[in-house]
């Protein structure tokens, strides 16, 4: 099967989790009966496990299956099968045959658990992991009659001891009294780095970026009805080892906007009235990169690095390879490193292209 100079379509990926959502997932997938369940998360061209207790006999829970040329194959044979082209020599020479992010779509029913995940350092010193868990939100929309906010840092970080009691206890009154919400709305970007305690609000569907790992200390045991299991607390320690993950330095809602916030920058005309921006590069996060392109009129496009895209609003097609692809909102595809030119024909009133990219190499 020849998958040069074709486009990788990315079916939907669902992967289990502790909260309920995946409603708004549905929806997009075209399901007549759209339901929250355990299924809240979508999980894009990963070639990333998950971590589920008591689902370990599920040992490709989170890995992708996509679509090249018609044929269905796993995303990381796929890669293997021609490194070079998928994922360019210059990232293949210094990651290998990975992509070095994982992305998602999360459309949660309720607040998630509080939470914190490890550092790329403290996860290769202490956990004997790759990588830590730096992850960042693009806000798609949020459902009707929700209150659209996340939870990012401790305002009023408690002391270690306090913060074990509270944990020990499941105060919950005076661990929510440790963060004030953040209002959100859709086009917000926010970078969490690891250490960051923080929550997702309820009713958000969004793009997460991150770290290709599993790995998270959940402080908050019971949500919506369901009680963490011990395995799924403190990956595999114990509460005064994962006490060492979390950064207890205030986090005032101004240093939230400083450096959690990063602002827009225009990169490049595409076309008339098209251009793309950067929201989320090196100087916010070594550890991935997000572009988003707005595109007004018919334009071909060439980039010469591998890309997730995902439509953040309106429909295109895209053609490359003598294939031509109809997305519409949600949709999602892998564009090689090799691709080369892509065909962009947007819809009477132009289409945004979210563009997920791995670590500059």
Not at 63 to 69: I, K
Not at 163 to 176: G, K, N, S
Not at 260 to 272: I, Q, T, V, W, Y
Request: aromatic share 8%.
């Amino acid at each position: 099967m020849n998958h040069r100079g074709k486009i990788v379509l990315l079916p939907p990926n669902r992967v289990w989790r502790t909260y309920r959502g995946g409603a708004e997932l549905d929806r997009l997938a075209g399901l007549s009966a759209p339901a929250d369940d355990h299924f809240p998360e979508d999980w894009i061209a990963s070639v990333t496990r998950a971590r589920n207790a008591g689902r370990e006999h599920l040992a490709d829970e989170g890995v992708s299956r996509v679509l090249v040329g018609g044929a269905e194959r796993a995303f990381p044979d796929l890669l293997a099968s021609d490194p070079d082209y998928f994922l360019g020599t210059r990232h293949v020479a210094r990651f290998g045959s990975t992509p070095a992010l994982l992305v998602k779509l999360i459309d949660s029913a309720i607040r998630l658990h509080f939470q914190v995940h490890p550092t790329a350092e403290f996860a290769r010193a202490r956990l004997g992991a790759p990588s830590g868990k730096t992850e960042a939100y693009h806000v798609l929309a949020a459902r009707p009659g929700t209150d659209a906010r996340l939870y990012l840092g401790f305002q009023r970080p408690p002391s270690r001891d306090e913060l074990r009691r509270i944990i020990v206890e499941q105060d919950i009154a005076a661990l929510e009294a440790c963060f004030d919400p953040i209002p959100v709305r859709a086009g917000d970007t926010f970078v969490v780095p690891g250490g960051t305690p923080h929550a997702l609000g309820a009713g958000l569907l969004l793009v997460e970026l991150q770290e290709p790992s599993d790995l998270v200390v959940r402080f908050e045991f019971e949500r919506g009805g369901y009680v963490l299991p011990e395995a799924a607390r403190f990956m595999g320690r114990d509460l005064d080892f994962c006490l060492d993950v979390f950064d207890l330095s205030p986090r005032p809602l101004s240093r939230v906007e400083t450096e959690n916030r990063p602002a827009s920058r225009r990169l490049r005309e595409l076309g008339p009235g098209s251009w793309q921006e950067e929201l989320i590069g090196a100087a916010h996060t070594p550890w991935f990169r997000l572009r988003r392109s707005h595109i007004h009129a018919p334009l071909e496009k060439t980039e010469t690095e591998a890309s997730i895209v995902i439509v953040a609003s309106g429909e295109c097609e895209l053609s490359a390879g003598g294939e031509t692809h109809r997305l519409r909102f949600g949709d999602k595809v892998f564009l090689p490193a090799g691709l080369g030119p892509v065909s962009v024909q947007p819809a009477s009133s132009g289409c945004v292209l979210l563009e997920c990219l791995p670590p500059s190499p």
